[in-house]
């Protein structure tokens, strides 16, 4: 019998897998999607052709119901494939701040973390070290005990230009972006080079997939990643125990794998799905692991206000895939509980792209020409990712209507933004609007929305097995040898893109995992 | 909108700096993650040489080296979309209502002058519907402006898709210096 089976290769998985087989377990990971060969000139021509490289998404598989009055693009936000949603990631690496480890007991909202951010700090040094995070001084950034990885890209030209004069003027400050791309070789990567493709395809390697550790794991000689091996259900031993996995293999046959412990690995939707599907007698009759009534629920994105504008100058966007700068003066919990925190992002990656302006111009010869030449590479933008509530009516259910392929309930999805993110974003866009006037901008346009992408909450972590689903190193309340790993796992959202906080919490489960067997 | 690449960063993953994607017609998007998976030679030698002639039309080359860029550029562009996306559609499309305007005059657009292609292109772009050969050039022009040959037209030296170097990206901009933006 094998060690550990884990199931979904993303960030979370895959580090597991590889910090597992270094502590000497054995380990299959099972993955529903195919694998790519990052190498394979077929993907960056495909790039080149403005064709998405990842063709994974398979309709009679990847179904879901969606209950909302928000546009959700729930496939859109993530990658089932080895490596998982990272190969398509913009690779943003910040931490999350103290703060959001006590919101309850701190600012009398949402709830607390089991630990806390001091725990998890020696962590998030590991973790910054395993995907190769670049990065520098920013004021108001969370307290850490080590130096980035690497050195920070340096600012674009129209941060040092346009955005660090405005947010001075506006009385805010800009620091350096983390990110996992390699400013310099690191780890058997290249330093970044501007393809400028980070987002959906990195040319270089530069940018940092869960492709690294899938690769370092099987490097081990003790992980097997089974690839296009579709989960179904998870079978238990015993009340406490779960005893295997069945899945379908890529030719369609049904297989187990028994193992001494489980990892459930597949995102914010999946995890909790399995949990629902996979529900037996007893005290899993409404789900594994959900006495608590918890799983798939509290759902939780990121909100995004978006702020546009069109300088005076050209500032040479598309020049670099991702911002440099970022600022924290507004995510330090110093607005609750009338609005949440907001991370600010300036970029000027943003459009209209030469073919849009060609397309709309009407015009033909050497005037299309000139007018493309004179309105394009002007646009900036601002963008304030804000964060949301746990709530319990934002969840991941079982379809009563549709199923899979496979013959499962597909997910059902239901979420909705409250006051609360409502009046986050518009301050968000308050801030930005402010900040494109400063900047002396021509014309300004906003958008306000959920942001895709970042599923959170619906298998949370918690100190309290009533109020929560697994403890502080993921492991499920109710079975004593099934852990969580990934975004679902988190209590509250933050304002920070989550997944260097996944990759640190899966380290620090893997460290758990192993001491435990 | 279809999903492309372009769309990709544009409207989702880079704007938000996510992994966040931006398309709105599932079926589209089923469309183009699930290509149809055609023969070569999707598009005949004519088509091919319909579709330059548009493109040269369209973006009337400074001289000879830059018409012989934007053949190149085109054909492989056709090609790729149509051999890898689900694109062949709107080549096809295209290409019928062309011909329909065309049938008065009982030629192929590549056989006209460059000053009566010109005549009889730019009242179809320029119109308001957005009609088969509307989307036609679109598809066109996204080639042209997704390439080499569009962005030095710009004055950019790389673009997306290619390595540009380090710290090309902390520079003035390329182009002409101090380009002002007009509305």
């Not at chain 1, 629902?276 to 629920?297: I, W």
């Not at chain 1, 300088?311 to 440099?324: A, S």
């Not at chain 2, 009242?123 to 989307?135: N, Q, R, S, T």
Request: hydrophobic fraction near 40%.
């Amino acid at each position: 019998m094998i060690d550990i089976c884990i199931v979904g290769s993303g960030v979370a998985g895959s580090l597991i897998a590889y910090e597992a087989a270094r502590a000497g377990k054995t380990v299959v990971v099972l993955e529903t999607g195919r694998r790519y060969d990052p190498l394979d000139p077929e993907l960056y021509e495909r790039v080149r052709l403005q064709l998405y490289p990842w063709q994974w998404e398979d309709e009679s598989r990847d179904a879901f119901e969606l209950d909302s009055p928000m546009r959700v693009r729930l496939n859109g936000g993530r990658v089932k494939a080895v490596g998982g949603t990272t190969l398509h990631w913009n690779a943003y690496a910040p931490r999350l701040q103290p703060g959001d480890f006590r919101m309850k007991s701190s600012f009398g909202v949402a709830r607390d973390w089991p630990l806390s951010y001091e725990e998890l700090e020696p962590w998030y040094v590991r973790a910054e070290r395993e995907l190769g995070v670049a990065g520098g001084d920013a004021p108001g950034m969370p307290p850490r005990s080590a130096p980035y990885s690497l050195p920070p890209h340096p600012y674009s030209f129209s941060d040092n230009e346009v955005f660090l004069p405005a947010f001075r003027k506006a009385g805010l400050t800009l620091g350096y972006n983390p990110m996992a791309v390699a400013s310099q070789p690191y780890d058997g990567r290249a330093g970044c080079v501007g393809f400028t493709t980070c987002a959906p395809m990195c040319g270089s390697g530069a940018k940092y997939t869960g492709m690294v550790h899938v690769r370092k794991a099987e490097a081990t000689g003790k992980v097997e990643v089974r690839s296009e091996s579709h989960v179904r259900r998870i079978r238990l031993a015993s009340a406490r125990r779960v005893g295997r996995i069945e899945y379908v293999d890529k030719t369609g046959a049904a297989q187990t794998v028994e193992a001494r412990a489980f990892v459930l690995a597949a995102g914010g939707i999946e995890n909790p799905r399995l949990l629902l599907l996979s529900a037996a007698d007893g005290t899993h009759a409404r789900g594994l692991g959900n006495e608590s009534g918890l799983v798939g629920r509290t759902l939780m994105f990121h909100t995004a206000s978006g702020v546009r504008a069109t300088m005076k100058e050209r500032v040479g966007g598309h020049r670099i895939g991702f911002g440099t700068s970022i600022s924290w003066d507004h995510h330090n919990h110093s607005t609750f509980p009338e609005t949440g925190n907001l991370l600010l992002f300036p970029a000027d990656l943003q459009g209209p792209m030469p073919a849009d302006i060609a397309q709309s111009s009407g015009l033909v010869g050497a005037a299309l020409k000139d007018h493309v030449r004179k309105r394009y590479g002007s646009n900036v933008k601002v963008i304030g990712e804000g964060e949301m509530m746990p709530n319990p009516e934002n969840s991941v259910t079982l379809s009563t209507a549709k199923r899979d392929r496979f013959g499962d309930p597909i997910p059902r999805v239901s979420i909705r933004m409250g006051d609360f993110e409502r009046r986050t974003m518009d301050r968000g866009v308050e801030i930005g609007r402010r900040i494109m006037e400063l900047a002396g901008a021509k014309e300004i346009w906003t958008d306000t929305g959920p942001l895709g992408g970042h599923y959170m909450g619906s298998t949370c972590m918690g100190a309290d097995p009533t109020e929560s689903v697994c403890d502080k190193f993921g492991r499920c309340h109710g079975l004593d040898n099934l852990y969580l790993a990934g975004g679902s796992i988190f209590a509250t959202s933050s304002a920070s893109h989550p997944t260097l906080t996944m990759a640190a919490l899966a380290l620090r489960t893997a460290d758990s995992l192993a001491r435990a067997l | 909108m279809l999903w492309t690449r372009r769309v990709f960063v544009q409207v989702g993953a880079v704007a938000a700096g996510a992994a966040v994607l931006g398309w709105s017609q599932r079926e589209a998007l089923s469309k183009l993650l699930d290509p149809p998976r055609a023969p070569e030679n999707l598009l005949s030698a004519e088509e091919l040489n319909e579709i330059v002639a548009v493109a040269d039309t369209l973006f009337e080359p400074d001289d000879e080296q830059e018409r012989g860029e934007l053949e190149k550029t085109m054909r492989w562009w056709a090609e790729g979309r149509v051999t890898r996306g689900p694109h062949l559609d709107v080549y096809k499309a295209g290409l019928a209502a062309l011909a329909t305007t065309l049938t008065d005059r009982r030629e192929s657009l590549a056989a006209l002058g460059p000053a009566d292609r010109k005549a009889l292109i730019t009242p179809l772009v320029a119109g308001e519907e957005k009609g088969p050969f509307k989307v036609l050039t679109d598809e066109i022009l996204e080639g042209i402006y997704s390439s080499a040959i569009g962005w030095r037209s710009l004055g950019y030296t790389t673009f997306p898709g290619v390595p540009s170097g380090p710290l090309e990206y902390t520079t003035r901009p390329h182009g002409p210096a101090r380009v002002v933006a007009t509305a």
